[in-house]
Antibody, heavy 124, light 107 residues
Framework: EVQLLESGGGLVQPGGSLRLSCAAS????????MSWVRQAPGKGLEWVSA????????YYADSVKGRFTISRDNSKNTLYLQMNSLRAEDTAVYYC?????????????????WGQGTLVTVSS | EIVLTQSPATLSLSPGERATLSCRAS??????LAWYQQKPGQAPRLLIY???NRATGVPARFSGSGSGTDFTLTISSLEPEDLAVYYC?????????FGGGTKVEIK
């Protein structure tokens, strides 16, 4: 059974940093690209970042480019999101999500598994 | 950036009725569109991928159609448990984008 378990959320002051983790199990983690998606309180979904299976390619939303860094440790089956220079508008539940398939480098970024999410609150 | 516009914002229907949800893309995305269901307090759930393919375990009352810029999610006969917000998402171009959602209410 595929499981994604996020951790690392919490309350942080504007300008601060936080690192989120997503522990994956139930599938061959290193064979799949992974992604982070966030949802501000009472709002819709916003894609944040993605990373290829080997970590060699990364993608970011303009809203977080230069402030957030996605990475992965395939030996630990864990996905990370390092968030720096946090702003109030980064307040959201952050989900890690697994794409539907990743075949020979072609990734279908429709997300068939999601974690339960971790809440990040940026406030003074 | 490809903008996805969902309509209506809210749909209020009785059990057994047919629900038709729309998603319009700001430019052609071929069939690279997914639909998700998000119930209160839960993570999103993939319903439809590649515009018209039901994901594993999704009931047959959910169907998707469309290509290019206009897409539709249809719930053929609404069940009380279908109360949720439904989102579309495109994977044609970076950045990946989601629509604003349609809230389905059960009368």
């Amino acid at each position: 059974e595929v499981q994604l378990l996020e951790s690392g959320g919490g309350l942080v002051q504007p300008g601060g940093s936080l690192r989120l983790s997503c522990a994956a199990s139930g599938f061959t983690f290193s064979s799949y690209a992974m992604s982070w998606v966030r949802q501000a309180p009472g709002k819709g979904l916003e894609w944040v970042s993605a990373i290829s299976g080997n970590g060699g390619s990364t993608y970011y939303a303009d809203s977080v480019k230069g402030r957030f860094t996605i990475s992965r440790d395939n030996s630990k089956n864990t996905l990370y999101l390092q968030m720096n220079s946090l702003r109030a508008e980064d307040t959201a539940v952050y989900y890690c999500a697994k794409p539907l398939y990743d075949t020979s480098g072609y990734v279908n970024y429709d997300f068939d598994y999601w974690g339960q999410g971790t809440l990040v609150t940026v406030s003074s | 950036e490809i903008v996805l516009t969902q309509s209506p914002a809210t749909l209020s229907l009785s059990p057994g009725e047919r629900a038709t949800l729309s998603c319009r893309a700001s430019q052609s995305i071929s069939s690279y569109l997914a639909w998700y269901q998000q119930k209160p307090g839960q993570a999103p759930r993939l319903l439809i991928y590649d515009a018209s393919n039901r994901a594993t375990g999704v009931p047959a009352r959910f169907s998707g159609s469309g290509s290019g810029t206009d897409f539709t999610l249809t719930i053929s006969s609404l069940e009380p448990e279908d109360l949720a917000v439904y989102y579309c998402q495109q994977r044609s171009n970076w950045p990946l984008t989601f629509g604003g959602g349609t809230k389905v209410e059960i009368k």
